[in-house]
């Protein structure tokens, strides 16, 4: 196993200087990942990323994430190249089928074949491939190529999702899948579960993009202040509206659905902060951090435990951007053990024998 990422998510609407001030804190504290989330009717994320491209040196940073709805797969294959291009390789793309588009009047029909064929000819426009590219939905004449070098012919896929469809897809083409508007441990093992169907699955074509078992994002709203219960309060009435949409999507959970359909009409009626007052502690727990730093890094912490190989706490992060990334960056952060348990050693008899020898990889198996 490696080390757990700690990363941050950053809603997109901000000014220019906003997103290079805290992108700069973040990297200084030791953030390993910044995301910039695609949500409907907020600026695109391309526009924040590059302002904190622009003011980072370490940290990887991608969307989270762009959708092939709102987006033609090429649109995103010439923003992700150019972020790649702006960070010095730094870029991930990420891949969802977005949520609230229907506001909007667009219709999400086939969601699997969008997110399978959207990576692929993404990738054979990354990669300067020449052979075109042929899916269900998304077609690429051959000879059809980006008009300029890219940084690197290949840029880490994550695909988010909390769907086993999309899980298994993702076992065969992404390098990391998230789960997005959680903080409920057992969730992490649901998806593994999710994932191994698709990492197991023999087809070849799919599995042509992947690179092994994804590892496994979890992130949601995080607000932290010395103010345990008002931090508490402000993330009730921001985890609302996210609530609204992953609740259902749950399998360990089984939430009221009167509770639900409340929250639903508050917020249909604009009262988003009577709508987060109706959710129980036990459950805001599952689907927000929020607290104190000790509070959140307990949170955190359990997530790591049950091997999330990133934990991206979300916005607002604090009472104001500002003060939210200072405590998560010197109170939250040195007290998360983002390293692996050491395997254990093997017993040993008097002649040095493992008692208890490694089974053979694998690949040893098949040589």
């Known amino acids: 196993m490696t080390r757990t990422e700690i990363g941050l998510g950053f809603q997109s609407d901000k000014r220019p200087a906003d997103y290079a001030r805290l992108a700069s804190k973040a990297e200084e504290y030791g953030f390993d990942v910044l995301s910039v989330f695609g949500d409907l009717m907020y600026q695109p994320p391309i526009f924040p990323l590059l302002e904190m491209a622009r003011a980072t040196h370490r940290v990887r940073i991608g969307a989270a994430c762009w959708n ?3 987006q033609h797969p090429y649109e995103i294959a010439g923003q992700v190249a150019a972020l790649d291009l702006a960070s010095s390789g730094r870029a991930y793309l990420g891949l969802a089928r977005g949520s609230w588009l229907g506001d909007v009047g667009l219709s999400q029909p086939r969601p699997l074949a969008h997110l399978r064929d959207a990576a692929g000819l993404i990738r054979t426009l990354l990669s300067g491939s020449p052979d075109g590219f042929q899916g269900e939905v998304f077609q690429l004449t ?11 012919p290949r840029i880490p896929l994550l695909i988010g999702t909390w769907g086993a469809r999309t899980a298994a897809l993702a076992g065969r083409i992404a390098q990391e899948v998230k789960i997005g508007g959680t903080a409920n441990p057992a969730m992490v ?36 202040d010395e103010d345990g219960p008002l931090a508490r309060s402000r993330a009730r009435t921001e985890v609302a509206m996210y609530l609204a949409v992953v609740a259902e999507l749950d399998p360990t959970i089984d939430v009221p659905g009167d509770l639900l359909a409340r929250v639903k009409d508050l917020l249909a009626r604009g009262r988003a ?11 805001l727990d599952l689907f927000a951090f929020s607290g104190t ?43 998360l053990d983002t390293e692996p348990e050491p395997e254990p050693e093997p017993e040993l008899r008097n002649d040095a024998t493992p008692l208890h020898p490694p089974q053979a990889s694998a690949a040893a198996k098949h040589c």
């Open 293 to 335: 730093p000790e509070q959140i890094a307990a949170q955190a912490q359990r997530l790591i435990d049950a091997g999330a190989s990133r934990v991206e706490f979300g916005t607002p992060h604090g009472l104001n951007d500002d003060r939210g990334v200072d405590l998560l960056g010197t109170r939250v952060l040195p007290l």
């Open 273 to 283: 902060s009577e709508a987060g007052a109706l959710i129980p502690d036990d459950l």
């Open 142 to 152: 051959p000879g059809t190529r980006l008009a300029y070098e890219t940084f690197r």
């Open 189 to 224: 093992e649901v998806m593994r579960g999710r994932i191994s169907a698709g990492v197991s699955d023999p087809d070849s074509a799919d599995h042509s993009a992947g690179a092994g078992q994804p590892g496994i994002v979890v992130g949601a709203v995080t607000v932290v």
């Open 68 to 70: 092939p709805y709102s």
